[in-house]
């Protein structure tokens, strides 16, 4: 099993939609949770940690479940420069992060 | 941007040749990072240094050899590949502590043939 999956997706939807991307993670022990975002031939940012009682930075909602070990991110009225891949990343240390990511869900928003 | 920045973005390489990649964080950073992406594959850790030290060797190959001469530099040092090694090696900074975020540099885009 992988240590973070992903739907790669990808998710075609118009402008002005809401999208939801899930992602799961095997290891119990995993420390924190992150979503970063991938743009085509560019490296990867940080788009928002993750926390248990959920967190919100502007159209971007992000969710954790750690008893079923899953993480979800929902965009709300998708802009055209939201496409990108987004990836699911975990914490799997407490010193130093080492951090386990998946492959990424990529998102195509439409005129 | 150029937080971190990396040299060359793209090289090409045979299998006997010996090269270096280099990674500058200008961030005031203490860890460093390398990451090896390749094509309908995640991210994948390589080293960790923290505070100039190498606390993480993901079972990388030892034709991979890295070098943390002081926090602010990074190399990654090449001999023998093999085509698989092909792909987008990342270089990532960070401050120790916390949730604090790892910034990426650009990559170097590596062919082996």
């Known amino acids: 099993r992988k240590e973070v999956e992903q739907d790669p997706g990808p998710f075609n939807v118009p402008e002005g939609a809401t999208v939801a991307f899930n992602c799961t993670y095997s290891n119990s022990a995993s420390q924190s949770f992150f979503w970063y975002r991938q743009d085509c031939r560019k490296e990867p940012k940080l788009l928002m940690s993750?926390?248990?009682s959920g967190n919100e930075d502007g159209r971007f909602t992000a969710q954790l479940n750690r008893a079923s070990q899953y993480i979800s991110l929902l965009i709300r009225d998708s802009k055209l420069s939201d496409s990108a891949t987004y990836l699911c990343v975990v914490n799997m240390n407490t010193g130093f992060q080492k951090l386990v990511f998946g492959t990424g869900t990529r998102l195509l928003v439409s005129p | 941007e150029t937080g971190v920045t990396q040299t060359p973005r793209h090289l090409v390489m045979g299998m006997t040749n010996k090269k270096s990649l280099k990674c500058e964080q200008h961030l005031g950073h203490n860890a460093m990072y390398w990451y090896k992406q390749s094509a309908k594959k995640p991210l994948e850790l390589m080293f960790v240094?923290?505070?100039?030290?190498?606390?993480e060797n993901n079972s990388v190959p030892s034709r991979f050899s890295p070098e943390c001469p002081n926090s602010s530099h990074l190399f990654l040092h090449l001999h023998t590949l093999q085509p698989e090694d092909s792909a987008l090696y990342l270089c990532a900074s960070r401050r120790q502590g916390g949730n604090n975020e790892q910034f990426f540099g650009p990559g170097t885009r590596l062919t082996v043939l």
């Open positions: 993750v926390y248990s």
């Open positions: 240094y923290s505070l100039e030290e190498r606390v």
